[in-house]
């Protein structure tokens, strides 16, 4: 299985449609906080890279000083997280077009994770300090 892949993909409403050239084929967990106020569950998500096209009303949310969120200005359908100084996008599993070979292997900001549910799968995993130690831009 490749390790990487080309997808694309679209809201709900079919507003936005976009394309990713190097979509990786590992989605993961967020746990924190704000992932699940964001969603209302944890952000399922693929790092996609850099090179995204996106047509359609897209509108962004600065959800802190590194990274934005991005939305749908129509239906609201949740589009990536991107983090500013790589231009990097996680994107959420769901919105893209076969998804059969993808494989669910890694959790962060575990230690955020509440009690009330727990996945089964045996995956790597990370804390929020841990997470920000590897990815927080450097000063």
Not at 34 to 54: D, K, N, V, Y
Not at 66 to 84: D, M, P, V
Not at 114 to 120: G, K, L, N
């Amino acid at each position: 299985m490749a390790e990487r892949f080309s997808a694309s993909g679209q809201c709900l409403c079919q507003s936005v449609r976009f394309t990713a050239d190097t979509v990786s084929k590992h989605i993961g967990a967020c746990h924190c906080t704000m992932c699940r106020t964001w969603g209302g569950a944890p952000f399922l998500g693929l790092e996609c890279g850099s090179q995204i096209e996106f047509e359609g009303p897209v509108n962004t949310y600065e959800s802190s000083d590194w990274a934005e969120r991005g939305f749908c200005s129509n239906c609201g359908t949740h589009l990536f997280y991107r983090l500013k100084d790589s231009n990097k996008y996680v994107m959420p599993a769901g919105l893209f077009d076969g998804q059969a070979d993808l494989v669910f292997d890694h959790q962060i900001f575990i230690d955020e994770k509440p009690f009330y549910y727990s996945f089964s799968n045996a995956t790597q995993t990370m804390t929020g300090a841990e997470v920000f130690a590897a990815y927080a831009p450097k000063e």
